[in-house]
């Protein structure tokens, strides 16, 4: 077996041209600044900067209470959402019932009337402010915040309600059943809403700054409140509107043989180039296409080297186990290694963390690159609140670490420039009703 050789493997890292070492932290963050300027002017990009005609409150009213709806993967969660004298949200009656054509397929009107059902028995002794409506599927935001669905996943059956504008669906719903409802209905992604969770849950010290969102979970993404979107002829400097940059399809001009072909294999090739970079639903394959090349070079060697060649595909999960613990990790990754192959674990573990290091590099690159276009009056009174959501920034051995730690190197290179990274809980319905609030 070969013995453990860092440098060897460092090289392997900037030959196939994944290794963190060639990239320039702040050349990359004035990258991601240029692509989100063309975006927004609606030149080519590779950043869409989505519009969502949402304007952040800048602090939460007292008192008020919203239905607040969260529609994503197999679940439909309703609560009523009341804002303490605190401004902070606390959820009431919360609910989950299957996500409407998860169980059969439903034409537009009962689909939407399932939704409806869900939240009437919230909404009968309960005078609401608003509906605030975090639907995780791709839509297109009007103007009037309505979102036009564009598609479903597999797991919902619905193909009727492709098209239609959700909340106007809704409204009508709930209309047929006798509740006849004309205040505001928010649609919202889930970046918006975890922007907005954070205006709800992230302290400030007497002066709000403004807030960005940040995912990174088994995707990536960042939202945050822009005063200037010339493609739209929108310029609010004082009533900023929240865009949702669609920052995982940055493309990423460090990459290297083996990211274009690992691309290659995935659903939509050619396309979110830093997310396959730096998601949970792409570390763990991309690392295993990169330790199959090292095996293939005899940089690794161990005896069940051929399994693991076999593999087809590496859950991030189970990635992420055996980093934490070798030793114990068991299948299907972990099995791969005898307890005496000491030198292969460790070169799994050093190619790994470049991997992770590099993803770490390019997600505080986008990150800085928010704050800086945020925040260009360095008030220290009043500090960029970055709200984050995602299980990969949370427990993936060693991005959390790192990503601050660029962060605070990219943001402090030239002046100080005040900001807070602080995760968020029930980022999606705290969001949506905090995005209730925001329209009248």
């Not at 600044?33 to 030149?43: A, N, S, T, Y």
């Not at 400097?237 to 990423?252: A, K, Y």
């Not at 990754?333 to 292969?344: K, N």
Request: charged share 20%.
């Amino acid at each position: 077996m070969g013995k453990f050789n860092a440098d060897e493997l460092s090289d392997f890292a900037r030959y196939y041209g994944f290794h963190y070492d060639g990239i320039n932290p702040h050349s990359l963050v004035k990258e991601v600044l240029i692509d989100m300027e063309r975006g927004l002017e609606g030149k080519s990009s590779s950043l869409p900067m989505i519009p969502s005609y949402i304007t952040p409150v800048s602090d939460i009213p007292h008192g008020k209470t919203v239905l607040a709806l969260d529609a994503g993967g197999t679940n439909l969660r309703t609560s009523l959402v009341r804002f303490n004298e605190k401004g902070e949200a606390v959820a009431q009656g919360t609910t989950k019932t299957p996500m409407p054509g998860t169980s059969g397929r439903l034409n537009a009107d009962d689909f939407f009337s399932a939704i409806a059902d869900a939240a009437l028995p919230l909404l009968k002794d309960t005078k609401i402010e608003g509906i605030g409506f975090t639907f995780s599927y791709p839509m297109e935001i009007t103007s009037d915040a309505d979102g036009v669905l564009l598609s479903f996943s597999k797991e919902v059956d619905a193909p009727d309600v492709v098209g239609k504008e959700i909340g106007k669906g809704l409204r009508e719903a709930l209309a047929s059943k006798g509740y006849k409802y004309s205040g505001p209905i928010v649609l919202l992604n889930d970046t918006v809403a975890t922007l907005l969770s954070g205006i709800a849950s992230i302290p400030h010290d007497g002066i709000p700054g403004p807030v960005a969102g940040f995912i990174l979970g088994t995707g990536f993404n960042t939202a945050y409140p822009e005063t200037n979107i010339p493609k739209i002829n929108f310029n609010s400097p004082s009533s900023p509107q929240i865009v949702v940059s669609e920052t995982g399809n940055f493309d990423v001009h460090h990459r290297g043989q083996l990211d274009r072909e690992y691309d290659s294999t995935t659903k939509n090739p050619g396309s979110y180039y830093l997310e396959k970079a730096t998601a949970g639903a792409y570390l763990g394959p991309l690392t295993l296409h990169i330790l199959k090349q090292a095996v293939k070079d005899n940089i690794i060697q161990f005896k069940k080297s051929a399994e693991l060649m076999a593999m087809t595909h590496l859950e991030t999960r189970f990635l992420n186990e055996f980093s934490h613990a070798p030793l114990s990790s068991v299948e299907p990754f972990g099995s791969l290694f005898a307890r005496d192959e000491t030198d292969a674990l460790a070169a799994v573990q050093y190619i790994t963390s470049i991997v992770t290091e590099r993803g770490a590099l390019f997600s505080a690159a986008v990150l800085a690159a928010t704050i800086k276009r945020m925040n260009s009056s360095y008030e220290p009174h009043s500090p960029v609140r970055v709200a984050v959501e995602g299980t990969t920034y949370m427990i993936y051995k060693g991005m959390r670490r790192s990503l601050e730690s660029y962060l605070h190197q990219m943001l402090f290179i030239d002046k100080p420039r005040p900001y807070i990274v602080t995760p968020v809980e029930q980022a999606s319905l705290f969001g949506a009703a905090v995005a209730a609030l925001s329209k009248k």
